[in-house]
């Protein structure tokens, strides 16, 4: 999407479905598995540093978060161990809305405020989410402190009716997708009243008869939420295809904010004859 080459891409991934697409798709990909205790030394040069820690401990979904002390979200400071001692020229970082507190340190330990970008400007869904990177522009406080100033994606008007394979939907756009909300393991009265709450979404076959019709998004609408190409996840069943779908990023907004990296590589090639 963002059409920039890579020679070597590194991956740090422990879930066997997410690790499958991967290959399937990027067979040149080094998967190194967990990235607690890793020896950064070893990779060397590093030309952007990626990433997303875990955020069940930010989202503001769960009652009992423990903020970047928790044992999920504590992995963000394995992110900051890697940029320190891979010193990229770019990096990025994705992570959800969360306490000021937690923001604040994470914008120290990275040294630049983020962006907030809503996918619902690209796709039929709404993820409201921080990215923290030195890409592309940036303004400065009164303390000479960086806010990456990128500007927000065009707004595409997807909305969820134009991305359903069949039958109707009540809303204009998803509600986020959530690991354990995008798999069809409830009953249809919990259903009915998780989606009357706006807790999570589910698409009718009948508009006159919503109880007996009502259904979870299938995988291609579930592809088609996250921007990703119809059949991306194929070769995993609907429901484990969820569960990654629900943890990646929205492609779109990751490739609008790239677009602003692949100025600067152009004009790297301009102003140094080389790129990185």
């Given at each position: 999407?963002?059409?920039?080459?890579?020679?070597?891409?590194?991956?740090?991934?422990?879930?066997?479905?997410?690790?499958?697409?991967?290959?399937?798709?990027?067979?040149?990909?080094?998967?190194?598995?967990?990235?607690?205790?890793?020896?950064?030394?070893?990779?060397?040069?590093?030309?952007?540093?990626?990433?997303?820690?875990?955020?069940?401990?930010?989202?503001?979904?769960?009652?009992?978060?423990?903020?970047?002390?928790?044992?999920?979200?504590?992995?963000?400071?394995?992110?900051?161990?890697?940029?320190?001692?891979?010193?990229?020229?770019?990096?990025?970082?994705?992570?959800?809305?969360?306490?000021?507190?937690?923001?604040?340190?994470?914008?120290?330990?990275?040294?630049?405020?983020?962006?907030?970008?809503?996918?619902s400007l690209v796709s039929?869904?709404?993820?409201?989410?921080?990215?923290?990177?030195?890409?592309?522009?940036?303004?400065?406080?009164?303390?000479?402190?960086?806010?990456?100033?990128?500007?927000?994606?065009?707004?595409?008007?997807?909305?969820?009716?134009?991305?359903?394979?069949?039958?109707?939907?009540?809303?204009?756009?998803?509600?986020?997708?959530?690991?354990?909300?995008?798999?069809?393991?409830?009953?249809?009265?919990?259903?009915?009243?998780?989606?009357?709450?706006?807790?999570?979404?589910?698409?009718?076959?009948?508009?006159?008869?919503?109880?007996?019709?009502?259904?979870?998004?299938?995988?291609?609408?579930?592809?088609?939420?996250?921007?990703?190409?119809?059949?991306?996840?194929?070769?995993?069943?609907?429901?484990?295809?969820?569960?990654?779908?629900?943890?990646?990023?929205?492609?779109?907004?990751?490739?609008?904010?790239?677009?602003?990296?692949?100025?600067?590589?152009?004009?790297?090639?301009?102003?140094?004859?080389?790129?990185?």
């Open positions: 999407m963002a059409g920039i080459p890579i020679d070597k891409y590194i991956a740090f991934e422990i879930n066997k479905d997410s690790i499958k697409v991967t290959q399937y798709h990027y067979p040149a990909t080094i998967q190194c598995g967990d990235v607690r205790n890793f020896y950064w030394e070893s990779i060397g040069h590093c030309d952007l540093l990626i990433g997303g820690s875990p955020c069940q401990d930010l989202s503001s979904a769960n009652r009992n978060r423990c903020g970047l002390e928790g044992s999920k979200s504590s992995l963000f400071w394995e992110y900051v161990k890697a940029k320190n001692v891979l010193k990229p020229k770019y990096f990025l970082l994705e992570n959800v809305q969360m306490p000021a507190r937690d923001f604040e340190i994470i914008s120290q330990a990275l040294g630049i405020y983020p962006v907030n970008i809503n996918s039929a869904q709404l993820r409201n989410r921080f990215y923290w990177t030195n890409i592309g522009y940036k303004n400065y406080n009164i303390f000479g402190f960086p806010t990456c100033a990128i500007p927000q994606p065009n707004d595409k008007k997807i909305f969820l009716q134009d991305i359903l394979t069949s039958g109707f939907a009540d809303r204009q756009k998803s509600n986020c997708l959530l690991r354990n909300l995008s798999r069809p393991s409830y009953k249809k009265d919990y259903m009915m009243r998780r989606h009357q709450k706006s807790f999570h979404t589910i698409v009718f076959e009948d508009l006159k008869d919503k109880y007996n019709s009502s259904r979870y998004f299938n995988q291609t609408e579930l592809e088609r939420l996250q921007t990703l190409p119809d059949g991306y996840t194929k070769v995993l069943s609907r429901n484990k295809a969820a569960a990654c779908i629900a943890d990646s990023w929205t492609a779109e907004v990751i490739a609008h904010i790239f677009k602003f990296l692949k100025q600067e590589l152009e004009k790297g090639e301009k102003t140094n004859g080389k790129t990185i």
